[in-house]
């Protein structure tokens, strides 16, 4: 419990003016002037604890105290340890209040009543935002009203935000700040369009939330020249964290002019953990409102008295600063030497380190304080945060450094990741600090041990858990010797050999058909290849698969396929693809043209090797095109190929020059490369000589959002681009499988724990049950769960379903109607303007899913439908402002759209508790009938703990001569055990075991 104070104000002593806040207290002590300035020996000895041995460039994370700061912590100690009582009831407020002074002093306050001392810049947020949560709570503010913060704004008040103003009702708006970033210029643009963002619809800012110097990645953020834009913009009020500040760069904060200012003491300052303070103006009426999250005695008496008194604790860190400005004063030119000693130190080091490593530095010296970021070798592989983690843990623990790495994963608008001087995409920084304590070896130390890492073929990959390995970019020659030992061995029942792959994240499981465009081009002249074959797409719908492949003595090759459990963010996973794949080039179909829908939903991957070495790649196994493809190393203008593993043919011993170009045209964007040839291993098989396309052009958006390297073929070989054989034929000429046939059987059992199996070479006759019924597979197309819109909207309307794109659309313009409007009006930019509002991404073209939170809803901001519904919105509301119709009758006509929006064309919700009074469902098939239950053509997916029944049928509407055109998915593939036999141009189909 709360130690009290007794109520007798003399003895108190805090309540007869030596600790009121009000200003009348003692002044602080004249600061003590040593004789000499501090030398190098002295700074040695004042930092003599620190472990040696360590490259401790990390003072940013924790802060550093001297040996002279410490003994008066711990003379402190002793008085508060020997009579406690006497401490707390005489000397406690006095130290308290001649610390305080000190602070007003050192940042230009207006009065010691103005600063109060808490134990981090963290309780500082939490007393802003409490207030503000109260405000909110108490009717002061609307719901929804604003509050903006910076995205890159420190991860607990990130969090306080949430838990705090959030949750009460506030609508949080998020800065997206370019990094690396080039001026601050850019800073302030960004600034002022999320404002703008946050002000639409004449919705009030509240409250504006503004790092001085960020943390991860560390930025000096123009302050001053954002509160003077928020206080032209009519912003509430405006709160400067500046946790990183005092000690780093100047603070006054009557100059800044923010209402709320904290930074902690501990981190530049030299005091022992933890102290900081939290200035607030005098003349403000909500300084008076303020309160300290722990409320004990004192409670009601103002800020710097609540936080001076919070219970029984250990107050010595915040009675030392008068110490800590001894011994800063000990330094030529005081905080201000400190100041551009350590500035010019780190920029300097830094320089040394991104010299070495080919990289540079993530932002200008004027927007550097004593930290600065420094850009890695790409190849060294950060590709999350837990990558960058445990890179940072491994320079702990096995070179003695300290230091932090940031893995950037934030891009604003079209800004594309910066590359090395090998050409690879720098996804990790290490944030070096410069202390008076550091020296020139602790940065070499780090310098050499990048150094050696890279040279080792080390890659972040390596330091993954087991079973979680991805591959590393392509600059290590030696990274992950083969498939078998970056997945790691497994064995089966029998003691084969298995290879781990992985889940695409982006496949939505639900049957879509599109077009195929293909042609090669040789060099000096162009050739259209003929397709003489329908493109028999199966659609492998769903649950997303991990998948194990091993070889077998029967001479097939078996993919054992696991099931992961679909949820809505599986789900909607590959909308952004599929949206684009829905515009099909239908003029272009025609004798060479076969038309493929949304290679997202037709698929199978997992990870191959290429190559000897292997280089490994996450890919596509694709029934609907004939070709392999990978991303090349000489990609050079294309973002997706610097997000994704890259083929380099110098790194291979078996590698045979082709050169002969060659474009592949999809509906949903094209690729464009040159085919090479070399050894592909797929499991323990190694196909010789396979001849692949090394793309050199990946423009559409599609490949930059896939998880996927690259697609692998297994479609007629006359339908490949180059008549480059298909690796399954390949395999039959190399006598690696007994047959020129595959099948797939998919475990419809959710508790089993495998999912299904693909067997190359022939079938497993414990998948299906009697005969196969095949059906010839020829030009004129076989009338084969997707189909024309006319009949799937009769069956989705029979069993009940509506359109969840049409219930998103409707929730989309009830929340977000005025703001399009109002953005629209103001001449906002339609194709950024759903990633504005926070429902979309910005890819320089048009928005595509967000998957950063900035929004209350976290679930909604995720969702790829509000991203759909947002940019309908966009052109129904644009569409009627053009025809000046009033606010009320645009907002009616764009909720009538969203009523009528087809069922069909999106996911169709069911009732779950009805499914057991829906119709069977039957196709014929070669005379054949083959027919489906409720349960087995109705899609089960999790959502928010609930389970969400879906129509497992989409419409697709191709016109002749192509269609109409049915395909068959996974939904039918589950029933249905499915024989591809490409010697007879057949496809079988058997009752699935």
């Known amino acids: 419990m709360d130690s009290a104070p007794p109520d007798e104000s003399v003895e108190n002593g805090h309540r007869n003016g030596n600790g009121n806040g009000n200003g009348n207290g003692p002044s602080p002590p004249p600061a003590k002037r040593p004789r000499a300035v501090i030398s190098a020996a002295q700074i040695r000895a004042e930092f003599e604890h620190h472990e040696a041995g360590v490259a401790r460039i990390n003072n940013g994370s924790f802060g550093c105290c001297p040996a002279s700061v410490l003994d008066a912590q711990a003379r402190w100690q002793r008085v508060f340890i020997s009579q406690p009582d006497d401490f707390y009831f005489h000397s406690l407020q006095r130290g308290l209040l001649r610390s305080r002074a000190a602070v007003a002093a050192l940042v230009n306050a207006g009065d010691v009543s103005e600063v109060s001392l808490v134990d981090n810049a963290t309780t500082a947020a939490a007393i802003v935002l409490q207030h503000a949560a109260w405000s909110f709570a108490e009717g002061r503010f609307a719901r ?89 913009e009519g912003v509430d009020k405006v709160f400067i964290d500046a946790a990183h500040s005092i000690g780093q760069v100047p603070v006054d904060v009557r100059d800044i002019g923010a209402d709320f200012y904290t930074s902690n003491l501990h981190k530049w300052f030299f005091c022992p953990p933890a102290v900081a303070f939290l200035h607030t103006r005098k003349d403000d009426p909500i300084a008076s409102q303020l309160h300290h999250p722990v409320v004990s005695h004192e409670y009601g008496n103002g800020l710097p008295m609540e936080s001076g008194w919070i219970g029984t604790r250990d107050y010595s860190a915040q009675l030392v600063v008068p110490d800590s400005i001894d011994f800063v004063n000990r330094f030529e030119g005081g905080i201000e030497g400190i100041h551009s000693h350590n500035h010019d130190k780190v920029i300097e080091m830094g320089r040394m380190l991104a010299e070495a490593w080919g990289t ?7 927007l550097c304080g004593s930290m600065v970021m420094v850009g890695l070798p790409g190849c060294l592989g950060v590709e999350s945060d837990d990558d960058a983690l445990r890179v940072r843990t491994m320079l702990r623990k096995d070179f003695m450094i300290e230091v932090p790495i940031y893995y950037n994963s934030r891009r604003v608008e079209a800004q594309e990741i910066a590359k090395d001087k090998n050409g690879d ?41 087991s079973g979680k390995k991805m591959v590393a970019p392509d600059c290590l020659e030696a990274i992950c010797q083969s498939l078998l030992s970056s997945a790691g061995f497994l064995l089966d029942r029998e003691g084969q050999r298995a290879v781990r792959l992985f889940p695409l994240e982006l496949s939505t499981g639900f049957p879509l058909l599109s077009g195929l465009g293909s042609y090669c081009t040789r060099k000096g002249g162009s050739s259209a290849m003929g397709l003489n074959h329908l493109l028999l797409v ?47 080039r239908v003029d272009s179909l025609g004798d060479d043209i076969v038309p493929l829908d949304n290679f997202l939903d037709t698929q199978y991957f997992g990870e191959i090797g290429i190559g000897t070495p292997p280089q490994n790649f996450t890919v596509i196994f694709d029934t609907g095109s004939s070709n392999l493809w990978v991303p090349s190393t000489k990609c050079y203008f294309s973002i997706a190929c610097y997000l994704h593993h890259r083929y380099r043919s110098k790194g291979s011993s078996s590698y045979t020059k082709n050169g002969e170009s060659c474009t592949i045209s999809y509906g949903s964007g094209s690729i464009a490369g040159f085919f090479s040839e070399d050894n592909v291993l797929v499991g323990d098989l190694v196909v010789k000589n396979q001849k692949f396309i090394e793309t050199t052009s990946e423009p559409s958006i599609t490949f930059i959002v896939g998880k996927f390297d690259g697609i692998l073929g297994l479609g007629f070989p006359e339908i490949s681009v180059g008549k480059a054989p298909p690796i399954w034929q390949v395999m039959k000429e190399q006598k690696l499988i007994e047959k020129d046939v595959f099948s797939f059987w998919l475990n419809r059992d959710t508790d089993a724990p495998t999912g299904g199996e693909l067997v190359f070479g022939g079938v497993d006759p414990k998948h299906y049950k009697g005969n196969h019924t095949y059906v010839p597979v020829t030009h004129s197309g076989t009338s084969l769960i997707g189909g024309p819109t006319t009949i799937v909207a009769q069956i989705n309307h029979a069993i009940g379903a509506e359109g969840i794109v049409s219930m998103e659309c409707k929730q989309v313009v009830q929340d977000y109607g005025d703001m399009i409007l109002e953005l629209l009006i103001a001449q906002a930019n339609p194709l950024r303007l759903c990633s504005q509002i926070g429902l979309c991404e910005f890819d320089g073209t048009h928005s595509v899913s967000n998957k950063i939170e900035s929004v209350v809803d976290k679930e909604k901001v995720s969702s790829d439908l509000s991203c759909t519904a947002c940019e309908m919105a966009v052109i129904w509301i644009q569409n009627q402002l053009r025809q000046n119709k009033t606010r009320g009758l645009i907002l009616q006509y764009a909720n009538q759209l969203c009523e009528h929006l087809p069922s069909p064309n999106g996911e169709s919700a069911v009732d779950c508790h009805g499914i057991s009074k829906m119709p069977n469902l039957a196709f014929t098939i070669a005379n054949k009938t083959f027919t489906l239950t409720p349960e087995q053509y109705i899609v089960k997916l999790e959502q928010g703990g609930q389970t969400v029944c879906i129509s497992g049928f989409m419409a697709f509407d191709l016109p002749p001569p192509r269609g109409p055109l049915w395909i068959l998915g996974d939904v039918f593939m589950g029933a249905y055990h499915t024989v591809f036999d490409f010697g007879e141009n057949r496809i079988g189909f058997a009752e699935a075991a």
């Open 425 to 465: 995409a720098v996804t990790g920084y290490v944030r070096i600090s410069h202390q008076v304590y550091n020296v020139r070896e602790d940065y070499e130390k780090l310098k050499d041990a990048v150094n050696k890492l890279v040279a080792e073929g080390f890659t972040s990959c390596k330091l993954r858990p």
């Open 538 to 584: 199966t659609c492998l719908w769903t649950l997303s698969y991990a998948v194990l492949l091993h070889a077998s003595p029967d001479g097939v090759l078996r993919i054992d396929l696991n099931r992961k459990r679909l949820d809505k963010k599986t789900l909607a996973g590959a909308k952004v693809a599929r949206q684009q794949s829905h515009h099909l």
């Open 144 to 232: 929804g009203d604003a509050v903006l913060m910076l995205h890159y704004a420190y991860g607990a008040v990130k969090k306080s935000i949430h838990a705090y103003v959030a949750r009460a009702g506030a609508t949080v708006v998020e800065v997206p700040l370019p990094f690396p970033v080039a001026s601050a210029d850019a800073i302030i643009a960004e600034f002022r369009a999320a404002l703008a963002v946050a002000k639409a619809g004449g919705r009030k800012v509240r409250l504006a939330v503004i790092d001085h110097i960020t943390s991860m990645p560390s930025v000096v953020i123009p302050v001053k020249e954002l509160v003077s834009i928020c206080r032209e």
């Open 360 to 366: 540079f530095l993530g932002s200008p010296p004027e």
